[in-house]
């Protein structure tokens, strides 16, 4: 998957949803990425809950809310003119360099 392509697709559908009336508007999207972390906590929490079975429903809802954070995250890229590709690489190789390394900055 190319994220940037990725990020241009869940733009033009956040547009066409702001466009029809969605409440979600591109411009607080970050806002409404932090609502998703938090229904996710509570999703992977309610998984656990439920014995943490990985073939279940609340396994399931948990990867749904984990798959709306990244979305969100990705239209802000996009917004923001941000290659998301490179980002995501270039953060890959910063956190293998400090697993190796003891604390957690270089």
Do not use: F, P
């Not at 998984?47 to 079975?53: A, E, K, S, T, Y």
């Amino acid at each position: 998957m190319n994220l940037n392509e990725a990020a241009q697709n869940a733009y033009t559908n956040a547009m066409q949803r702001e466009r029809n009336g969605g409440a979600v508007k591109i411009s607080e999207i970050l806002k409404h990425c932090a609502g998703e972390v938090i229904e996710a906590t509570e999703a992977r929490a309610d998984w656990i809950n439920n014995g943490g079975d990985r073939d279940s429903d609340a396994h399931d809802s948990y990867g749904e809310e984990l798959a709306d954070v990244i979305i969100c995250s990705l239209i802000a890229a996009y917004d923001g003119g941000v290659d998301i590709e490179g980002a995501v690489c270039k953060k890959m190789l910063i956190n293998a360099q400090r697993a190796a390394m003891q604390g957690d900055k270089l």
